[in-house]
């Protein structure tokens, strides 16, 4: 069974940086795409980037181009997202997600294509 754990959250202030991490356990990472998605109150989870399992394909939504990346370490098991110059608007919980895929450039970007989910870990980002 695939879980995941993930970790980095916290408080920051605008324009600061986090990274956040989320460790595959029970399956191999390198079968897996994975992805974040972040959930802030009264809103609906959204995607936030996804990776293929052989990091040659990855996507990010709109709002965080040039500031988001996410990459992946399959020796650790391991997918991060660098968040760099935080804003308000990123405040959210996170949510780590891994899914099982055929082809290793497959990179959904939809949260009901991904079977697996972490608890998620807060980032509060201040003004």
């Known amino acids: 069974q695939v879980q995941l754990v993930e970790s980095g959250g916290g408080l920051v202030q605008a324009g600061d940086s986090l990274r956040l991490s989320c460790a595959l356990s029970?399956?191999?990472?390198?079968?897996?795409?994975m992805a974040w998605f972040r959930q802030a109150p009264g809103n609906e989870r959204e995607f936030v980037a996804a990776?293929?399992?052989?990091?040659?394909?990855?996507d990010h939504t709109a709002s965080v181009k040039g500031r988001f990346t996410i990459s992946r370490d399959n020796s650790r098991n391991t997918v991060y997202l660098q968040m760099n110059s935080l804003k308000p608007e990123d405040m959210a919980v996170y949510y780590c997600?891994?899914?099982?895929?055929?082809?290793?450039?497959?990179?959904?970007?939809?949260?009901?294509?991904?079977?697996?989910w972490g608890q998620g870990t807060q980032v509060t980002v201040s003004s």
């Open positions: 997600a891994a899914t099982w895929v055929a082809y290793p450039a497959d990179c959904p970007t939809t949260a009901k294509e991904y079977a697996y």
């Open positions: 029970g399956q191999t990472a390198s079968g897996y795409a």
């Open positions: 990776i293929s399992r052989n990091s040659l394909d990855s």
